[in-house]
Protein backbone atom coordinates (compact mmCIF):
# COMPACT_ATOMS: atom_id res chain seq x y z
CA UNK A 1 0.00 0.00 0.00
CA UNK A 2 1.79 3.41 -1.04
CA UNK A 3 -1.36 6.09 -0.82
CA UNK A 4 -1.17 6.83 2.65
CA UNK A 5 0.27 10.16 4.41
CA UNK A 6 2.92 10.31 7.07
CA UNK A 7 0.70 11.08 9.54
CA UNK A 8 -1.58 8.25 9.22
CA UNK A 9 1.85 6.32 8.85
CA UNK A 10 2.77 7.60 12.34
CA UNK A 11 -0.53 6.27 14.22
CA UNK A 12 -0.04 2.94 12.40
CA UNK A 13 3.02 2.52 13.96
CA UNK A 14 2.10 4.06 17.27
CA UNK A 15 -0.41 1.57 17.21
CA UNK A 16 1.39 -1.48 16.24
CA UNK A 17 3.36 -0.83 19.58
CA UNK A 18 0.53 -1.69 22.07
CA UNK A 19 0.40 -5.28 23.11
CA UNK A 20 -2.96 -6.73 23.41
CA UNK A 21 -4.71 -6.76 26.29
CA UNK A 22 -3.21 -3.62 27.80
CA UNK A 23 -4.46 -0.51 29.41
CA UNK A 24 -4.20 2.35 27.23
CA UNK A 25 -3.73 6.14 28.71
CA UNK A 26 -4.09 8.50 25.74
CA UNK A 27 -4.22 12.08 25.49
CA UNK A 28 -5.67 14.62 22.93
CA UNK A 29 -5.43 14.39 19.14
CA UNK A 30 -3.03 11.37 17.46
CA UNK A 31 -2.40 9.25 20.72
CA UNK A 32 -6.46 9.14 20.80
CA UNK A 33 -6.44 7.94 17.10
CA UNK A 34 -3.95 5.57 18.11
CA UNK A 35 -5.25 4.30 20.82
CA UNK A 36 -8.70 3.40 18.84
CA UNK A 37 -6.07 2.19 15.98
CA UNK A 38 -4.71 -0.41 17.79
CA UNK A 39 -7.93 -1.42 19.16
CA UNK A 40 -9.24 -1.93 16.21
CA UNK A 41 -6.15 -3.62 14.51
CA UNK A 42 -3.92 -5.54 16.71
CA UNK A 43 -5.23 -5.53 20.31
CA UNK A 44 -8.94 -6.07 20.53
CA UNK A 45 -8.61 -7.02 24.20
CA UNK A 46 -7.00 -3.68 25.41
CA UNK A 47 -8.88 -1.00 27.52
CA UNK A 48 -8.56 3.15 26.66
CA UNK A 49 -9.05 5.00 29.30
CA UNK A 50 -8.73 8.88 29.41
CA UNK A 51 -7.08 10.98 32.72
CA UNK A 52 -10.68 12.54 33.18
CA UNK A 53 -11.70 9.27 34.61
CA UNK A 54 -13.81 7.75 31.43
CA UNK A 55 -12.31 3.99 30.88
CA UNK A 56 -13.27 1.78 28.17
CA UNK A 57 -15.18 4.17 26.22
CA UNK A 58 -17.01 3.22 23.54
CA UNK A 59 -15.83 5.74 21.22
CA UNK A 60 -18.82 5.65 18.43
CA UNK A 61 -17.35 9.07 17.57
CA UNK A 62 -13.55 10.95 18.37
CA UNK A 63 -12.97 13.12 21.47
CA UNK A 64 -11.37 15.98 20.59
CA UNK A 65 -10.53 16.65 24.07
CA UNK A 66 -10.19 14.10 26.92
CA UNK A 67 -13.45 15.70 28.63
CA UNK A 68 -15.22 15.44 25.41
CA UNK A 69 -19.05 14.45 26.09
CA UNK A 70 -18.14 11.51 23.47
CA UNK A 71 -15.58 9.68 26.43
CA UNK A 72 -18.61 9.30 28.44
CA UNK A 73 -21.13 7.08 26.46
CA UNK A 74 -20.68 3.65 26.98
CA UNK A 75 -18.25 3.60 29.52
CA UNK A 76 -17.16 0.69 31.87
CA UNK A 77 -16.70 2.99 34.76
CA UNK A 78 -17.04 7.18 34.76
CA UNK A 79 -14.54 7.46 37.11
CA UNK A 80 -12.81 10.92 38.55
CA UNK A 81 -9.30 12.52 38.03
CA UNK A 82 -7.90 11.10 41.53
CA UNK A 83 -8.84 7.50 40.69
CA UNK A 84 -7.39 7.47 37.07
CA UNK A 85 -4.12 8.52 38.15
CA UNK A 86 -4.26 5.77 40.72
CA UNK A 87 -4.72 3.18 38.46
CA UNK A 88 -0.74 4.50 36.80
CA UNK A 89 0.78 3.18 40.43
CA UNK A 90 -1.53 0.97 41.44
CA UNK A 91 0.49 -2.30 42.41
CA UNK A 92 -1.76 -4.49 39.93
CA UNK A 93 -3.18 -2.36 37.41
CA UNK A 94 0.52 0.13 37.37
CA UNK A 95 2.09 -2.59 35.34
CA UNK A 96 -0.05 -2.72 32.85
CA UNK A 97 -0.35 0.98 31.55
CA UNK A 98 0.83 2.12 28.33
CA UNK A 99 1.00 5.89 28.42
CA UNK A 100 0.69 7.65 24.74
CA UNK A 101 1.72 11.49 25.20
CA UNK A 102 3.16 14.26 22.79
CA UNK A 103 5.32 17.54 23.73
CA UNK A 104 6.58 20.55 21.98
CA UNK A 105 9.98 19.88 23.02
CA UNK A 106 12.50 16.75 23.45
CA UNK A 107 15.83 16.15 24.17
CA UNK A 108 18.42 13.19 23.99
CA UNK A 109 16.81 11.05 27.00
CA UNK A 110 13.15 11.73 26.37
CA UNK A 111 12.59 14.68 28.59
CA UNK A 112 9.76 16.90 27.49
CA UNK A 113 8.63 20.24 27.71
CA UNK A 114 5.02 21.25 27.42
CA UNK A 115 5.18 24.66 29.46
CA UNK A 116 7.32 27.21 27.90
CA UNK A 117 9.75 28.20 25.31
CA UNK A 118 12.35 30.75 26.36
CA UNK A 119 12.70 31.59 30.43
CA UNK A 120 9.99 30.32 32.85
CA UNK A 121 9.58 33.48 34.57
CA UNK A 122 9.65 35.88 31.00
CA UNK A 123 8.74 33.41 28.38
CA UNK A 124 8.95 33.59 24.61
CA UNK A 125 5.88 31.26 24.25
CA UNK A 126 3.59 29.52 26.69
CA UNK A 127 2.18 26.41 26.05
CA UNK A 128 -1.15 24.59 28.15
CA UNK A 129 1.56 23.32 30.46
CA UNK A 130 1.69 19.45 32.04
CA UNK A 131 -1.48 18.31 32.13
CA UNK A 132 -1.63 14.56 33.53
CA UNK A 133 1.74 14.28 31.16
CA UNK A 134 4.20 14.52 34.11
CA UNK A 135 2.19 12.07 35.95
CA UNK A 136 2.31 9.38 33.31
CA UNK A 137 5.35 9.71 32.81
CA UNK A 138 6.69 9.79 36.10
CA UNK A 139 4.41 6.82 36.94
CA UNK A 140 3.64 4.26 34.37
CA UNK A 141 6.94 1.39 32.81
CA UNK A 142 6.03 1.86 29.29
CA UNK A 143 5.45 4.89 27.80
CA UNK A 144 4.99 5.96 23.75
CA UNK A 145 5.76 9.88 22.75
CA UNK A 146 4.46 11.16 19.56
CA UNK A 147 6.76 14.11 18.43
CA UNK A 148 6.67 15.98 15.01
CA UNK A 149 10.47 16.00 13.90
CA UNK A 150 11.88 19.06 13.65
CA UNK A 151 15.09 20.53 14.77
CA UNK A 152 13.65 23.29 16.68
CA UNK A 153 11.70 20.60 18.65
CA UNK A 154 14.24 17.85 19.26
CA UNK A 155 16.68 19.99 20.93
CA UNK A 156 20.09 19.50 23.27
CA UNK A 157 18.70 20.67 26.46
CA UNK A 158 14.92 21.61 27.04
CA UNK A 159 13.75 24.97 28.15
CA UNK A 160 11.20 23.54 31.00
CA UNK A 161 11.53 19.59 32.05
CA UNK A 162 7.64 19.46 31.95
CA UNK A 163 7.40 15.37 31.85
CA UNK A 164 10.74 13.08 33.08
CA UNK A 165 12.23 11.06 30.50
CA UNK A 166 15.30 9.11 31.74
CA UNK A 167 16.45 12.49 33.19
CA UNK A 168 20.30 12.95 32.65
CA UNK A 169 20.61 8.74 31.64
CA UNK A 170 22.10 6.10 32.91
CA UNK A 171 20.11 5.55 36.35
CA UNK A 172 19.52 9.14 37.04
CA UNK A 173 15.80 8.31 36.65
CA UNK A 174 15.78 5.81 39.40
CA UNK A 175 18.20 7.67 41.77
CA UNK A 176 15.90 10.65 41.46
CA UNK A 177 12.88 8.58 43.50
CA UNK A 178 11.05 8.45 40.23
CA UNK A 179 8.72 4.68 40.66
CA UNK A 180 8.14 3.44 36.33
CA UNK A 181 10.35 3.44 33.76
CA UNK A 182 11.65 5.96 31.02
CA UNK A 183 9.76 5.96 27.85
CA UNK A 184 10.42 3.47 25.15
CA UNK A 185 9.59 4.67 22.11
CA UNK A 186 9.60 7.92 20.42
CA UNK A 187 7.53 8.10 17.04
CA UNK A 188 7.48 10.82 14.96
CA UNK A 189 6.32 11.69 11.24
CA UNK A 190 10.12 10.14 9.85
CA UNK A 191 10.69 7.64 12.03
CA UNK A 192 11.03 5.23 15.44
CA UNK A 193 13.44 5.63 18.10
CA UNK A 194 14.33 3.58 21.13
CA UNK A 195 16.60 4.15 23.94
CA UNK A 196 19.91 2.26 24.82
CA UNK A 197 19.12 -0.11 27.74
CA UNK A 198 22.40 1.37 29.35
CA UNK A 199 23.30 4.85 28.42
CA UNK A 200 19.39 5.48 27.85
CA UNK A 201 20.45 7.71 25.09
CA UNK A 202 17.85 8.12 22.10
CA UNK A 203 18.75 5.76 19.49
CA UNK A 204 17.24 5.43 15.36
CA UNK A 205 15.05 1.97 15.34
CA UNK A 206 13.13 2.20 11.76
CA UNK A 207 12.92 5.41 9.14
CA UNK A 208 9.89 5.64 7.14
CA UNK A 209 10.03 4.61 3.76
CA UNK A 210 11.10 7.15 1.59
CA UNK A 211 12.88 9.29 4.47
CA UNK A 212 16.71 9.00 4.95
CA UNK A 213 18.33 8.45 8.27
CA UNK A 214 20.88 11.33 7.21
CA UNK A 215 16.92 13.36 6.78
CA UNK A 216 16.57 12.26 10.14
CA UNK A 217 19.67 13.84 12.20
CA UNK A 218 19.18 16.90 9.78
CA UNK A 219 16.05 17.29 11.39
CA UNK A 220 17.93 17.35 15.37
CA UNK A 221 19.77 19.38 17.41
CA UNK A 222 21.33 16.23 18.89
CA UNK A 223 23.16 13.03 17.01
CA UNK A 224 21.51 9.82 17.42
CA UNK A 225 23.28 6.32 16.47
CA UNK A 226 21.62 4.90 13.41
CA UNK A 227 23.82 1.51 12.90
CA UNK A 228 21.25 -0.25 13.95
CA UNK A 229 18.08 1.41 12.21
CA UNK A 230 16.35 -0.08 9.45
CA UNK A 231 13.44 0.87 7.10
CA UNK A 232 9.86 0.32 8.80
CA UNK A 233 7.37 -1.75 6.69
CA UNK A 234 4.91 0.23 4.89
CA UNK A 235 0.72 0.55 6.58
CA UNK A 236 -0.75 -2.15 5.03
CA UNK A 237 -4.37 -1.69 2.88
CA UNK A 238 -6.47 -2.81 5.83
CA UNK A 239 -4.19 -0.91 8.40
CA UNK A 240 -5.24 2.36 6.42
CA UNK A 241 -8.94 1.38 5.81
CA UNK A 242 -9.75 0.98 9.55
CA UNK A 243 -7.86 4.05 10.53
CA UNK A 244 -9.86 6.13 7.88
CA UNK A 245 -13.34 4.43 8.20
CA UNK A 246 -13.32 3.71 11.82
CA UNK A 247 -11.14 5.91 13.95
CA UNK A 248 -11.77 8.72 12.32
CA UNK A 249 -13.84 8.86 9.45
CA UNK A 250 -14.30 12.73 9.53
CA UNK A 251 -10.58 13.51 9.09
CA UNK A 252 -10.91 15.56 12.45
CA UNK A 253 -7.29 14.73 13.15
CA UNK A 254 -5.69 12.78 10.24
CA UNK A 255 -6.25 15.13 8.02
CA UNK A 256 -6.95 14.08 4.55
CA UNK B 1 -28.77 27.34 60.20
CA UNK B 2 -29.00 28.51 56.53
CA UNK B 3 -33.05 27.68 55.53
CA UNK B 4 -33.67 26.82 52.02
CA UNK B 5 -35.03 29.89 50.77
CA UNK B 6 -31.12 31.39 51.91
CA UNK B 7 -29.54 29.88 49.72
CA UNK B 8 -31.66 29.67 46.92
CA UNK B 9 -30.69 32.31 44.45
CA UNK B 10 -30.39 34.28 41.35
CA UNK B 11 -26.94 33.99 40.09
CA UNK B 12 -25.98 37.86 40.03
CA UNK B 13 -26.62 37.80 43.66
CA UNK B 14 -24.37 34.52 44.24
CA UNK B 15 -21.37 36.36 42.77
CA UNK B 16 -21.81 39.39 44.47
CA UNK B 17 -22.64 37.87 47.81
CA UNK B 18 -19.00 35.05 47.38
CA UNK B 19 -17.02 36.22 44.96
CA UNK B 20 -15.10 39.80 45.99
CA UNK B 21 -12.26 41.11 44.41
CA UNK B 22 -8.56 39.04 45.46
CA UNK B 23 -10.54 36.03 46.56
CA UNK B 24 -9.40 32.82 45.93
CA UNK B 25 -11.39 31.19 43.23
CA UNK B 26 -11.80 27.34 41.73
CA UNK B 27 -13.85 26.80 39.00
CA UNK B 28 -15.09 23.02 38.02
CA UNK B 29 -15.25 21.20 34.91
CA UNK B 30 -12.97 20.14 32.28
CA UNK B 31 -11.25 22.08 28.84
CA UNK B 32 -14.84 22.02 26.83
CA UNK B 33 -17.00 20.11 29.77
CA UNK B 34 -18.91 21.63 32.03
CA UNK B 35 -17.32 24.46 33.02
CA UNK B 36 -19.60 27.02 35.13
CA UNK B 37 -19.71 29.72 32.23
CA UNK B 38 -22.84 31.35 32.93
CA UNK B 39 -21.10 31.82 37.01
CA UNK B 40 -17.78 33.15 34.79
CA UNK B 41 -19.79 35.66 32.37
CA UNK B 42 -21.23 37.24 35.53
CA UNK B 43 -18.20 37.36 37.48
CA UNK B 44 -16.99 39.16 34.64
CA UNK B 45 -19.88 41.65 34.13
CA UNK B 46 -20.01 42.67 37.95
CA UNK B 47 -15.64 43.19 37.32
CA UNK B 48 -14.46 41.14 39.54
CA UNK B 49 -10.90 41.76 40.01
CA UNK B 50 -7.17 40.38 41.19
CA UNK B 51 -8.79 37.05 41.93
CA UNK B 52 -6.43 34.10 42.47
CA UNK B 53 -7.64 31.22 40.46
CA UNK B 54 -7.42 27.35 40.93
CA UNK B 55 -7.64 24.92 38.24
CA UNK B 56 -6.32 21.43 36.97
CA UNK B 57 -7.29 21.85 33.41
CA UNK B 58 -10.24 24.26 32.77
CA UNK B 59 -10.21 25.28 29.05
CA UNK B 60 -12.62 27.64 28.32
CA UNK B 61 -13.72 28.98 31.94
CA UNK B 62 -10.28 30.23 32.65
CA UNK B 63 -9.41 31.41 29.28
CA UNK B 64 -12.65 33.70 29.82
CA UNK B 65 -12.13 35.08 32.65
CA UNK B 66 -8.73 35.88 31.91
CA UNK B 67 -9.27 37.90 29.01
CA UNK B 68 -12.55 39.38 30.64
CA UNK B 69 -9.23 41.02 32.78
CA UNK B 70 -10.56 38.81 36.29
CA UNK B 71 -7.62 37.02 37.18
CA UNK B 72 -3.72 38.31 38.29
CA UNK B 73 -2.81 34.69 39.52
CA UNK B 74 -3.36 31.34 38.52
CA UNK B 75 -2.38 27.79 39.61
CA UNK B 76 -3.28 25.30 37.14
CA UNK B 77 -1.96 22.08 35.10
CA UNK B 78 -3.06 22.48 31.76
CA UNK B 79 -3.61 25.72 30.22
CA UNK B 80 -5.81 24.28 26.52
CA UNK B 81 -9.33 23.29 25.08
CA UNK B 82 -8.61 20.10 23.51
CA UNK B 83 -8.58 20.97 19.77
CA UNK B 84 -10.15 24.34 19.50
CA UNK B 85 -7.46 26.09 21.74
CA UNK B 86 -4.06 23.29 22.25
CA UNK B 87 -3.31 26.66 24.34
CA UNK B 88 -5.41 28.35 25.78
CA UNK B 89 -5.63 32.01 23.79
CA UNK B 90 -6.11 34.86 26.22
CA UNK B 91 -4.38 32.74 29.14
CA UNK B 92 -1.21 32.60 26.49
CA UNK B 93 -0.94 36.34 25.62
CA UNK B 94 -1.37 37.37 29.22
CA UNK B 95 1.24 34.82 30.29
CA UNK B 96 3.24 36.54 27.68
CA UNK B 97 2.80 39.90 28.48
CA UNK B 98 3.67 39.59 32.38
CA UNK B 99 -0.36 40.43 33.19
CA UNK B 100 -0.61 36.78 34.48
CA UNK B 101 1.58 35.02 37.31
CA UNK B 102 1.46 31.38 36.88
CA UNK B 103 1.99 28.67 39.38
CA UNK B 104 1.94 25.38 37.46
CA UNK B 105 1.64 21.80 38.76
CA UNK B 106 0.54 18.30 36.92
CA UNK B 107 -3.42 17.43 36.81
CA UNK B 108 -2.80 14.85 39.40
CA UNK B 109 -1.01 17.32 41.68
CA UNK B 110 -4.12 19.65 41.90
CA UNK B 111 -6.47 16.97 42.28
CA UNK B 112 -4.12 15.86 45.19
CA UNK B 113 -4.00 19.27 46.35
CA UNK B 114 -8.17 19.74 46.36
CA UNK B 115 -8.65 16.30 48.11
CA UNK B 116 -5.99 17.20 50.78
CA UNK B 117 -8.46 20.54 51.16
CA UNK B 118 -11.55 18.24 50.88
CA UNK B 119 -10.01 15.82 54.02
CA UNK B 120 -8.64 18.98 56.21
CA UNK B 121 -5.25 17.69 55.80
CA UNK B 122 -1.92 20.00 55.01
CA UNK B 123 -0.90 17.51 51.96
CA UNK B 124 -0.60 14.62 50.52
CA UNK B 125 2.13 12.47 49.16
CA UNK B 126 2.75 11.69 45.49
CA UNK B 127 5.75 10.50 43.32
CA UNK B 128 5.16 12.78 40.16
CA UNK B 129 7.54 15.41 38.83
CA UNK B 130 10.73 14.43 41.85
CA UNK B 131 13.32 15.67 38.86
CA UNK B 132 11.47 18.09 36.79
CA UNK B 133 10.83 21.75 36.45
CA UNK B 134 7.31 21.00 37.81
CA UNK B 135 9.48 20.73 41.00
CA UNK B 136 12.37 22.93 40.71
CA UNK B 137 11.01 25.72 39.70
CA UNK B 138 8.53 28.20 41.44
CA UNK B 139 6.12 30.50 39.81
CA UNK B 140 5.33 32.25 42.77
CA UNK B 141 8.13 33.80 44.45
CA UNK B 142 8.90 32.65 48.28
CA UNK B 143 8.49 36.21 48.84
CA UNK B 144 4.90 36.68 47.81
CA UNK B 145 4.32 33.12 49.08
CA UNK B 146 5.53 34.52 52.68
CA UNK B 147 3.31 37.91 52.30
CA UNK B 148 -0.47 36.09 51.32
CA UNK B 149 -1.07 34.27 54.72
CA UNK B 150 -3.66 31.97 51.90
CA UNK B 151 -0.33 30.92 50.10
CA UNK B 152 1.92 27.83 51.80
CA UNK B 153 5.28 28.81 51.98
CA UNK B 154 6.30 26.05 49.81
CA UNK B 155 5.37 25.23 46.38
CA UNK B 156 5.95 21.74 47.03
CA UNK B 157 8.23 19.78 49.52
CA UNK B 158 10.34 16.28 49.14
CA UNK B 159 11.16 14.09 51.55
CA UNK B 160 12.27 11.09 52.60
CA UNK B 161 9.28 8.38 52.70
CA UNK B 162 8.51 8.32 56.97
CA UNK B 163 7.82 4.79 56.58
CA UNK B 164 11.87 3.90 55.47
CA UNK B 165 11.71 1.90 52.15
CA UNK B 166 8.57 0.64 52.94
CA UNK B 167 6.27 0.06 49.78
CA UNK B 168 9.90 0.34 47.60
CA UNK B 169 9.71 3.90 48.14
CA UNK B 170 12.37 6.20 48.93
CA UNK B 171 10.95 10.00 48.39
CA UNK B 172 7.98 11.66 48.09
CA UNK B 173 6.76 14.46 46.79
CA UNK B 174 4.19 16.31 48.92
CA UNK B 175 1.83 19.14 47.81
CA UNK B 176 -0.15 21.34 49.69
CA UNK B 177 -3.74 21.60 50.48
CA UNK B 178 -6.23 24.12 48.51
CA UNK B 179 -9.09 25.38 50.21
CA UNK B 180 -10.72 27.90 47.82
CA UNK B 181 -12.69 30.81 49.53
CA UNK B 182 -15.32 29.79 46.79
CA UNK B 183 -15.37 26.91 44.41
CA UNK B 184 -18.23 27.12 41.52
CA UNK B 185 -19.47 23.93 40.13
CA UNK B 186 -21.98 23.43 37.51
CA UNK B 187 -24.08 20.31 37.42
CA UNK B 188 -26.36 18.35 36.01
CA UNK B 189 -29.10 18.14 38.71
CA UNK B 190 -29.66 19.75 42.40
CA UNK B 191 -32.44 20.61 45.47
CA UNK B 192 -33.04 23.96 46.82
CA UNK B 193 -30.82 22.62 49.99
CA UNK B 194 -27.89 21.88 47.95
CA UNK B 195 -27.56 18.48 47.27
CA UNK B 196 -25.98 17.81 43.80
CA UNK B 197 -25.47 15.49 41.04
CA UNK B 198 -23.35 15.49 38.32
CA UNK B 199 -24.13 12.85 35.39
CA UNK B 200 -21.08 11.52 32.73
CA UNK B 201 -17.49 12.14 34.34
CA UNK B 202 -17.26 14.30 37.77
CA UNK B 203 -13.75 15.43 36.94
CA UNK B 204 -12.52 16.97 40.11
CA UNK B 205 -15.41 18.69 41.11
CA UNK B 206 -16.20 16.55 44.03
CA UNK B 207 -13.04 17.63 45.61
CA UNK B 208 -13.07 21.38 44.64
CA UNK B 209 -16.50 21.19 45.94
CA UNK B 210 -15.46 19.94 49.42
CA UNK B 211 -12.48 21.76 49.92
CA UNK B 212 -14.19 25.04 49.29
CA UNK B 213 -15.13 27.51 52.23
CA UNK B 214 -18.21 28.34 50.32
CA UNK B 215 -19.84 26.32 47.65
CA UNK B 216 -21.42 27.74 44.83
CA UNK B 217 -23.88 25.30 42.98
CA UNK B 218 -25.66 26.52 39.22
CA UNK B 219 -27.54 23.50 38.06
CA UNK B 220 -29.63 22.48 34.64
CA UNK B 221 -32.24 21.24 36.98
CA UNK B 222 -33.83 22.02 39.76
CA UNK B 223 -35.75 18.95 41.35
CA UNK B 224 -37.69 18.19 44.96
CA UNK B 225 -35.32 16.86 47.77
CA UNK B 226 -37.66 13.79 47.08
CA UNK B 227 -36.39 13.13 44.09
CA UNK B 228 -32.83 13.62 45.07
CA UNK B 229 -33.17 11.51 47.85
CA UNK B 230 -34.71 8.72 45.78
CA UNK B 231 -31.90 8.62 43.48
CA UNK B 232 -29.06 8.67 46.03
CA UNK B 233 -26.49 6.59 44.36
CA UNK B 234 -26.32 9.13 41.58
CA UNK B 235 -25.59 12.10 44.19
CA UNK B 236 -22.28 13.39 44.76
CA UNK B 237 -22.44 16.35 46.60
CA UNK B 238 -24.30 16.56 50.67
CA UNK B 239 -26.13 19.94 50.89
CA UNK B 240 -24.74 20.80 53.82
CA UNK B 241 -21.30 21.62 51.73
CA UNK B 242 -23.35 24.27 49.84
CA UNK B 243 -23.58 27.63 50.21
CA UNK B 244 -25.86 28.55 46.98
CA UNK B 245 -28.07 26.99 44.73
CA UNK B 246 -28.55 28.55 41.49
CA UNK B 247 -31.35 27.20 39.22
CA UNK B 248 -29.30 28.44 35.36
CA UNK B 249 -30.51 26.20 32.60
CA UNK B 250 -27.61 26.12 29.85
CA UNK B 251 -25.10 27.72 32.44
CA UNK B 252 -22.27 25.70 31.16
CA UNK B 253 -22.73 26.77 27.44
CA UNK B 254 -20.81 27.05 25.44
CA UNK B 255 -18.89 23.88 27.19
CA UNK B 256 -20.85 20.58 27.32
CA UNK B 257 -23.53 19.64 29.58
CA UNK B 258 -23.51 15.79 29.72
CA UNK B 259 -27.30 14.57 28.84
CA UNK B 260 -28.35 18.12 28.17
CA UNK B 261 -25.99 19.56 25.67
CA UNK B 262 -22.70 19.35 23.47
CA UNK B 263 -20.36 22.07 23.38
CA UNK B 264 -20.70 24.37 20.71
CA UNK B 265 -17.87 24.08 17.87
CA UNK B 266 -19.31 26.66 15.52
CA UNK B 267 -19.14 28.87 18.76
CA UNK B 268 -15.85 27.69 19.98
CA UNK B 269 -14.47 28.52 16.53
CA UNK B 270 -15.60 32.13 16.62
CA UNK B 271 -14.08 32.91 19.90
CA UNK B 272 -11.13 31.35 18.34
CA UNK B 273 -11.05 34.34 15.99
CA UNK B 274 -12.35 36.97 19.17
CA UNK B 275 -9.42 35.86 21.44
CA UNK B 276 -6.71 36.23 18.63
CA UNK B 277 -7.33 39.77 18.20
CA UNK B 278 -7.14 42.38 20.69
CA UNK B 279 -10.14 44.87 19.42
CA UNK B 280 -12.02 41.92 18.37
CA UNK B 281 -11.70 40.37 22.24
CA UNK B 282 -12.75 43.73 23.31
CA UNK B 283 -15.78 44.12 21.06
CA UNK B 284 -16.78 40.39 21.94
CA UNK B 285 -16.29 41.52 25.91
CA UNK B 286 -18.73 44.18 25.35
CA UNK B 287 -21.70 42.41 23.45
CA UNK B 288 -21.13 38.68 24.73
CA UNK B 289 -21.00 39.85 28.49
CA UNK B 290 -21.00 43.18 29.19
CA UNK B 291 -24.18 44.49 27.35
CA UNK B 292 -25.78 41.29 27.76
CA UNK B 293 -28.13 41.30 31.45
CA UNK B 294 -28.19 37.60 32.29
CA UNK B 295 -26.97 33.91 30.95
CA UNK B 296 -30.69 33.54 29.13
CA UNK B 297 -30.04 36.51 27.19
CA UNK B 298 -26.38 34.96 26.26
CA UNK B 299 -28.55 31.91 25.10
CA UNK B 300 -30.78 34.35 23.12
CA UNK B 301 -27.70 35.07 20.96
CA UNK B 302 -26.67 31.66 20.40
CA UNK B 303 -30.44 31.19 19.39
CA UNK B 304 -32.55 28.66 18.90
CA UNK B 305 -31.35 27.31 16.30
CA UNK B 306 -28.01 26.48 17.25
CA UNK B 307 -29.32 25.09 20.40
CA UNK B 308 -31.15 22.23 19.11
CA UNK B 309 -28.09 21.16 16.83
CA UNK B 310 -26.12 21.02 20.19
CA UNK B 311 -28.87 19.37 22.21
CA UNK B 312 -28.08 16.06 23.45
CA UNK B 313 -29.52 13.06 21.91
CA UNK B 314 -30.79 10.84 24.91
CA UNK B 315 -29.04 7.79 23.55
CA UNK B 316 -25.33 8.93 24.26
CA UNK B 317 -25.87 11.99 26.13
CA UNK B 318 -23.83 14.15 23.20
CA UNK B 319 -25.00 15.85 20.01
CA UNK B 320 -24.39 12.79 17.22
CA UNK B 321 -23.21 13.79 13.94
CA UNK B 322 -22.98 17.17 15.37
CA UNK B 323 -20.75 19.07 12.82
CA UNK B 324 -17.33 19.70 14.66
CA UNK B 325 -14.93 20.84 12.35
Not at chain 2, 136 to 165: H, I, T, Y
Given at each position: ????????????????????????????????????????????????????????????????????????????????????????????????????????????????????????????????????????????????????????????????????????????????????????????????????????????????????????????EFEVDISQASELSP?????????????????????? | ????????????????????????????????????????????????????????????????????GCVDRIEIAYGGNG???????????????????????????????????????????????????????????????????????????????????????????????????????????????????????????????????????????????????????????????????????????????????????????????????????????????????????????????????????????????????
Open positions: MDDYTLRELMTIAAARQINDGAIIFCGTGISMVAAMAAKHINAPNSTIFFETGAIDSVLEELPLAVADPRVMYYTAVNGGLIDSFGYMQNRKTGKQVVGVIGAAQIDCYGNLNSTVIGDYHKPKVRFSGSGGACDVASFVDNSIIFMQHEKRKFVNKVDYLTSPGWLDGGDSRERAGLPGKGPSKVITNMAIMGFDKVTRKMVLENYYPGITPEKILENMPTRDEIKILREKCDPQGLIIGR | MTTRSEKLMDLSTAISTFVSDGCHLSIGGFTVNRNPMAAVYEIIRQKKRKIHLYAHSNGQGVDELVGGRFAPTCIRFKRAVQEGSLLVEDYSNYQMTLRFLAGAMGVPCLPTRSSLGTDIFNKWGFSRELREQDPKLPNEKMVAADNPFGGWADTEKLVFVPAINPDVTIIHVQQADELGTSQIQGLPMADVEQAKAAKHLIVTCEKLVSSHEMKSQSDANQIPHFCVDAVVHVPGGAYPTACYNYYDYDPMFLNDYKKFASDDAMFAKYLNEYIHLVKNHQERLDIAGEERLAVIAADPRTGYAVNLDRK
